[in-house]
């Protein structure tokens, strides 16, 4: 039984970890969909920051959740590339859509996501077509988040509709202290 034991322990002493090499046509929609993600957390902290600075505070913090999860979700595409011993684009952005007014606001962000599900729908595609289940689970994870964050646009533009503009503006402020 030791000499057994000891075999094992030598087999995985020496086993050399083999380099996991990537997909390469995956690994460059890793790195798009990488600057889609830097692209709109650079555009969620200005809108986020315009936001504060006109006084619509929950709009600020929802906004800024949003920049938030785009940042884990550009962490886990740079981790996923590194992994396949890709080089993560880092220096890539996507033109910034900034807005005047907080419905252009809105509407520049969720535009964004629009796009950003439908690249990520056709990520998981090539990541099943090339039998890559981790790379299909993370982009899935992602994607729900985004979908998410069209749902939440889509909120937004539904009560700017329902209850006007003013009153929609209204409601992203802080109540005064009493």
Same mark, same amino acid.
């Given at each position: 039984?030791?000499?057994?034991?000891?075999?094992k322990?030598?087999?995985?002493?020496?086993?050399?970890?083999?380099?996991?090499k990537?997909?390469?046509?995956l %690994?460059?929609?890793?790195?798009?969909l990488?600057?889609?993600?830097?692209?709109?957390?650079?555009?969620?902290?200005?809108?986020?920051?315009?936001?504060?600075?006109?006084?619509y505070?929950?709009?600020?913090?929802? %906004?800024?959740k949003? @920049?938030?999860?785009?940042?884990?979700?550009?962490?886990?595409? %740079?981790?996923?590339?590194?992994?396949?011993?890709?080089?993560p684009t880092?220096?890539?952005?996507?033109?910034?859509?900034?807005?005047?007014?907080?419905?252009?606001?809105?509407?520049?962000?969720?535009?964004?996501?629009?796009e950003?599900?439908?690249?990520?729908?056709?990520? %998981?595609?090539l990541?099943?077509?090339?039998?890559d289940q981790?790379?299909?689970?993370?982009?899935?994870?992602?994607?729900?988040?985004?979908?998410?964050?069209?749902?939440? @646009?889509?909120?937004?533009?539904?009560?700017?509709?329902?209850?006007?503009?003013?009153?929609?503006?209204?409601?992203?402020?802080?109540?005064?202290?009493?």
């Amino acid at each position: 039984m030791s000499n057994l034991l000891d075999q094992k322990s030598l087999i995985k002493l020496t086993k050399k970890r083999l380099p996991m090499k990537g997909n390469k046509d995956l %690994i460059t929609v890793l790195n798009s969909l990488l600057a889609d993600e830097l692209t709109v957390i650079n555009q969620y902290m200005v809108h986020s920051e315009m936001c504060e600075n006109w006084g619509y505070s929950k709009l600020h913090m929802a %906004i800024r959740k949003q @920049a938030m999860d785009e940042m884990h979700h550009a962490e886990w595409l %740079i981790e996923r590339i590194i992994f396949f011993e890709g080089a993560p684009t880092v220096s890539k952005l996507n033109p910034i859509k900034i807005g005047k007014t907080v419905s252009e606001i809105i509407n520049n962000d969720n535009d964004d996501e629009l796009e950003t599900v439908h690249a990520y729908n056709e990520g %998981i595609k090539l990541a099943l077509e090339v039998k890559d289940q981790g790379s299909v689970d993370l982009l899935t994870k992602i994607l729900k988040m985004e979908e998410d964050h069209v749902d939440w @646009a889509e909120m937004q533009r539904a009560q700017i509709d329902q209850m006007g503009m003013e009153n929609y503006l209204v409601n992203q402020t802080e109540s005064p202290i009493k």
